[in-house]
């Protein structure tokens, strides 16, 4: 059981995708785009939530529902 035992044990797995922070190119307001995946929920259901983070204080908003740019999950 390595790695395969934080899977196994946790309750909740979430990872934070921030699609376009490292493209050449991208907008300050398209670097800021975020989206947190919850992958594993052990007692609910597996989802993503957009966020926009504020890199000036350090904090993530919540997302107006078309304030992202066209990405999908695939482009994962």
């Known amino acids: ?3 395969g035992a934080i899977e196994q044990d946790a309750d909740v797995v979430m990872f934070i995708y921030r699609p376009h922070f490292l493209k050449a ?3 300050p ?3 800021e785009e975020t989206e947190l995946k919850i992958a594993k929920q052990r007692n609910g259901p597996v989802d993503s939530v957009k966020f926009v983070f ?3 204080f350090t904090r993530f908003e919540e997302a107006a529902p078309d304030a992202f740019s066209q990405f999908t ?3 994962i």
Request: glycine share 6%; charged share 60%.
């Open 73 to 75: 999950p695939d482009d």
């Open 25 to 27: 190119g991208a907008t």
């Open 1 to 3: 059981r390595e790695s």
């Open 54 to 56: 504020r890199s000036r």
């Open 29 to 31: 307001e398209e670097r």
